[in-house]
């Protein structure tokens, strides 16, 4: 690890990054209804002072040498009990640079976005300032030089998600999908709790410096251990197998809340847990080997759920799902795949937010509708956001030279490195993106109209295309200005590391056929849905739909493995309570009330009585004395 | 004869004491068999003081004496009182402290 | 048993069994009197033949206290104590108390035999030491005693001045009535003596204008008769009252001229 240097300059305004949208959440959370009128632009203010604070930050790197690029800043001693310690201290590297960045400017223009989208809701201020709550526990997340820090940041956004998800709480399955996403992520915190408490017992802190610094010394065991625990945290922030479950029903969530949290930053955190970790994962082999196998179940799962729902904010979480095991993936591939994960995470939480985006504009145009089924020939109705909306999916799909293609085939050839099959599990999935995608662009703005009675579709007002013709920008040129201008490999390298591909077939011939790939999958998903009719009922389909339909099954075995189990010992539980517990302390109560009422009888009241037990007690030590004499 | 017979004698009118304040219901008179218990005892803490040789029997029956005057004077004093109040020294009269 | 005796001779053998006896019988008439006064007189006698056995066990200072602190102070006080609780309150004999006065017999008896067997077993070996060298050393029973209660057992003296003091304060506490309203005063006796019609004023002194002025001789009635009143009803309930018929005129003058005619 390079020595962290001190904050000075811009870096010495790094707490400020997170004080200033925590200051905003206060003033909202706490100001009451008053602040409904201004509220939301403080919000907007607060969240884009960070961003530029971030932009300036990130300039202010630059001129450093490479070495120079991780910044430190430690504001006070937050824990300290007996040897153990833990600063209220802050990390600025290369990586966190990234994060903050994605997170502050795309979480300023979901915020600018959010001013037109939730325009009407008379709990706005609220809304608003769980956004910003969300933003500064993520900053606070991504900039914590200890795991104990980034904690307090993991579960601070799992509040916000809670919090956003059942934000209509007024819906009952607003409500319980809040709930259920609470108490999944719990799986996983609980994961996260015991990696930092096993750490804490091998190595004697849980700073990053001194875990990644001493991380050699500890056994493989050991390590493995603190590893899949690192993985359970990360699956169940990320949504991936086997925590997965949440994701689809947090859509119930407003739409912005969608793109910032559920697409963009907040289940990217465990692709950043990992990539953080990743002295850990180099040096236990068999959890890198587990981290590749969830991504990969979960790049299968996201993407065959995703092509099944006829619910857009549904299908595109299952994309949300395919993509970050596209990440997690990349991140078990080792010191090659970091770099991509990142890469990738920062392209998706682009492109994907800006889809995101465009779906709620779809939806505010279309009466709240979310069901593609009902949609169709949308595109000359609403021009920008149909146009950035397909920007975005093709970037998605990965074609040239939108960003998906630089990152996404960068992980497709990586994962040839590691194994043909990984490879090419990896490329089909990538071929199964481009239908569903396409599916959703045919079923959304092509075709033939299938829209409901009452619904006149209209574009949204500007303040919700701005923010997604910038993301569309973003999506075009972001990947081409980071490989070519930019250079992210050698960005990360001083933390994640990297390894150079070294294969005998050349990278173009991945890329090519990936293309291949992509195009007929696009194709079979244009010529289903754009050129045939598309029913308004859905059809029954195959048992593969129909099981995606449901989530693959993954609400039946939580019901089945943990739900029902959990419904019958409480009920076991409870006449155990009654019969038992409750048996035993009123059984031993009663014969105790009786034994007394009986006992009772012999105070008398008469004082001879009590003086004639008196002498038969004294009898009886006399008796015991003189026998033992006697013996 | 052996100075066992003191003790032996003090056992037993330490057993009438005894059975002086078991019988009895007369407030005074229950008083009076627990002061022919601790005459008894003292008896016994003589011959024992003789019988080995030394005084410090002899102090203990002195100390019990004072003991027993203090006793009998609020003893007798709350007879008294009680009698006021109730017109009978029976010590089954206040039994009122029962189930 | 005399064989193992050293230092008991026979004229200590007849105090003991003389003062044994006699203490055993006041203990028993204590227990069974049925009046409280006879209970008392009993336990004194118990308590004087205790105080004999004591100077014999080599305790003259004992002895003494015993007399004094017990058959004298503790006694009188019960003997107060009885007074101002009534004479002749006498216990019944029937016990109210089901199966007490057997279990009580029987127990007390298991103690006695207890106690004697277990003393026997453990005393009849032992020898007798005796207390003359004890008593020598500082020159007698009462200077060997007040050697030991001002040195050794300092602490413990001091602490029974206390608990008398103590006790003396109980006693008073629980012994004191407080008053509910206050004396009556002349003024009020004086009107409570006119309210009922009675005789405010004394009552005529016997022997007034008779000849004899014994308190049997009733006073004389200006009319001659005599008054009631003038003669203690004792005496005339007795029927003692000195027969005084009317009086002749010349005696009379006989007495108020100092001459006869």
Same mark, same amino acid.
């Given at each position: ?7 000075e ?5 790094m707490?400020?990054?997170?004080? +200033? ?5 206060? $003033? ?6 008053? /602040?409904?009128?201004?509220g ?12 530029? =604070? ?8 630059m001129?450093n ?21 833990a600063?209220m ?11 903050v960045?994605? =997170? ?10 959010s ?11 609220k ?7 969300f ?8 900039l ?20 956003? =998800? ?11 999908a ?10 996983g ?6 990696? =930092? ?30 590893g899949?625990l ?82 857009i ?16 993936m ?14 990738h995470?920062?392209m ?48 998605i ?7 998906g293609?630089?990152?996404k ?14 490879g090419?599990?990896?490329? +089909?999935?990538?071929?199964?993106t ?23 579709p ?13 993301l569309?920008?973003?999506? /075009?040129f ?14 990360l ?6 390894? /150079? ?10 890329? +090519? /056929? ?19 009719? $598309? ?58 009330g ?24 004294a009898?009886?030590v006399?008796?015991?004395?003189? +026998?033992?004499?006697?013996? | !004869?052996?100075?066992?017979?003191y ?9 009438? #004491?005894?059975? #002086? ?10 008083? !009076? ?6 005459n008894?005892?003292?008896?016994a ?7 080995? #040789?030394?005084?410090? #029997? ?6 019990? !004496? ?25 010590i ?8 | 048993?005399?064989?193992?005796a ?15 006896i006699f ?11 049925r ?14 033949n ?21 058959t ?6 019960f ?7 009534g ?22 008896l298991?103690?006695a ?28 029973n ?16 001091e ?74 009803r ?10 005084l018929?009317r ?9 108020t001229?100092g001459?006869?005619?």
């Amino acid at each position: 690890m390079t020595e962290l240097m001190p904050a000075e300059g811009v870096f010495s305004l790094m707490w400020l990054l997170i004080a +200033l949208p925590l200051a905003g959440a206060a $003033v909202l959370l706490f100001g009451g209804r008053r /602040t409904n009128t201004w509220g939301p632009y403080l919000a907007i203010l607060t969240v884009g002072s960070s961003a530029v =604070i971030g932009i300036l930050m990130l300039l202010g790197m630059m001129q450093n040498s490479p070495e120079q690029r991780s910044i430190g800043q430690t504001l006070f001693t937050w824990v300290f009990v007996g040897d153990f310690s833990a600063d209220m201290a802050f990390q600025l590297d290369q990586l966190s640079i990234v994060f903050v960045l994605l =997170i502050t400017v795309v979480g300023t223009l979901i915020h600018i976005y959010s001013l037109g989208y939730m325009a009407h809701d008379h709990d706005k201020r609220k809304f608003f300032g769980y956004l910003n709550l969300f933003v500064a526990a993520m900053l606070l997340l991504v900039l914590a030089n200890n795991y104990l820090l980034l904690y307090v940041g993991w579960e601070g956004v799992g509040l916000a998600s809670y919090l956003l =998800i059942s934000f209509w709480q007024i819906k009952p399955s607003a409500a319980a999908a809040g709930k259920k996403a609470f108490i999944i992520n719990r799986v996983g915190d609980v994961g996260l709790s015991l990696a =930092i408490m096993l750490m804490f017992v091998t190595f004697g802190s849980v700073g990053f410096q001194d875990v990644f610094g001493v991380a050699g010394q500890a056994s493989e065991g050991t390590l493995t251990a603190i590893g899949l625990l690192l993985l359970l945290a990360a699956c169940g922030k990320s949504a991936q197998f086997p925590l997965q479950a949440w994701l689809l029903d947090a859509m119930e969530g407003p739409t912005p809340v969608s793109a910032l949290i559920h697409a963009a930053t907040m289940v990217t955190a465990g692709v950043y847990l990992i990539v953080r970790s990743n002295v850990i994962f180099t040096a236990a082999e068999w959890a890198a080997i587990a981290v590749i196998v969830v991504g990969m179940i979960t790049i299968w799962m996201g993407a065959i759920i995703g092509s099944a729902k006829d619910d857009i904010k549904k299908s595109l979480a299952g994309s949300t799902m395919s993509q970050i095991g596209y990440m997690i993936m990349a991140a078990g591939l080792g010191p090659i795949g970091y770099v991509f994960a990142i890469f990738h995470l920062l392209m998706h939480g682009v492109f994907k937010a800006g889809l995101f985006l465009g779906a709620g504009s779809v939806m505010h145009g279309m009466n709240d509708n979310v069901n593609m089924r009902r949609y169709g020939a949308l595109r000359p109705l609403m021009l920008i956001t149909s146009t950035t909306f397909i920007i975005c999916y093709l970037a998605i799909i990965g074609i040239p030279p939108f960003d998906g293609f630089f990152s996404k085939d960068d992980i497709i050839h990586a994962s040839f490195e590691r194994s043909p099959i990984i490879g090419v599990l990896a490329m +089909l999935a990538a071929g199964l993106t481009g239908f569903y995608m396409t599916r959703m662009v045919a079923m959304t703005f092509f075709g033939k109209a299938r829209w409901e009675d009452d619904v006149h579709p209209h574009e949204s007002p500007k303040v919700m295309t701005i923010p997604l013709i910038i993301l569309a920008i973003g999506a /075009t040129f972001g990947g081409l200005s980071l490989v070519y201008w930019g250079n992210i490999e050698t960005w990360l390298e001083p933390v994640t590391g990297i390894e /150079t591909i070294e294969l005998a077939v050349p990278a173009w011939v991945f890329e +090519l /056929t990936t293309l291949v790939l992509v195009i007929i999958g696009a194709v079979i998903g244009w010529m289903t849905y754009a050129r045939r009719e $598309v029913p308004v009922e859905a059809p029954r389909g195959s048992w593969l739909t129909r099981a995606a339909r449901k989530d693959l099954y993954g609400d039946a075995v939580n019901d089945v493995l943990v739900v029902q189990p959990t419904f019958y010992a409480s009920r076991w539980l409870v006449w155990f309570d009654n019969k038992g517990v409750d048996g035993f302390v009123n059984g031993s109560a009663a014969f105790i009330g009786g034994l007394s009422g009986r006992m009772r009888r012999y105070q008398t009241g008469f004082v001879r009585s009590y003086a004639l037990s008196m002498v038969g007690g004294a009898v009886l030590v006399v008796l015991a004395l003189v +026998l033992v004499r006697a013996s | !004869m052996n100075p066992s017979n003191y003790v032996i004698l003090s056992a037993v009118l330490f057993s009438i #004491g005894a059975v #002086g304040v078991l019988v009895r219901r007369n407030a005074i008179v229950v008083f !009076m068999s627990v002061e022919l218990m601790l005459n008894a005892a003292n008896l016994a803490f003589v011959a024992f003081a003789r019988m080995n #040789g030394n005084l410090d #029997g002899q102090v203990v029956a002195f100390f019990v !004496m004072v003991v027993a005057a203090a006793e009998v004077v609020v003893g007798l004093a709350i007879i008294v009182t009680i009698f006021r109040t109730r017109r009978s020294a029976s010590i089954d009269e206040p039994n009122l402290l029962k189930f | 048993m005399t064989d193992v005796a050293t230092d008991v001779n026979t004229g200590e053998l007849v105090v003991f069994w003389v003062c044994a006896i006699f203490a055993v019988v006041g203990a028993l008439g204590m227990v069974l009197s049925r009046k409280a006064v006879h209970s008392a007189l009993w336990i004194a006698l118990t308590m004087i033949n205790l105080a004999i056995l004591y100077i014999a066990n080599s305790a003259p200072f004992l002895g003494m206290v015993q007399i004094i602190v017990y058959t004298g102070a503790v006694m009188m006080l019960f003997l107060f104590v009885i007074m101002v609780v009534g004479v002749d309150a006498s216990d019944s004999l029937i016990e109210t108390i089901k199966g007490q006065r057997v279990a009580s017999i029987l127990l007390s008896l298991g103690l006695a035999i207890l106690l004697i067997w277990g003393v026997g077993n453990g005393l009849v070996e032992s020898q007798s030491v005796g207390l003359e060298a004890a008593n020598e050393i500082d020159g007698g029973n009462v200077q060997g005693i007040a050697n030991l209660i001002f040195t050794k057992y300092l602490l413990a003296f001091e602490l029974t001045s206390a608990l008398l003091i103590t006790a003396a304060m109980g006693a008073m506490v629980l012994a004191h009535r407080d008053r509910w309203q206050d004396n009556p005063h002349q003024r009020e006796l004086s009107i409570a003596r006119f309210k009922d019609g009675g005789h405010p004023g004394n009552l005529p002194n016997p022997g007034v204008y008779a000849r004899h002025n014994a308190v049997d001789t009733p006073a004389l009635l200006p009319d001659g008769g005599t008054s009631d009143l003038s003669v203690p009803r004792a005496v005339q309930a007795r029927g003692d009252e000195r027969p005084l018929d009317r009086v002749d005129i010349a005696q009379v003058h006989e007495i108020t001229e100092g001459k006869s005619e």
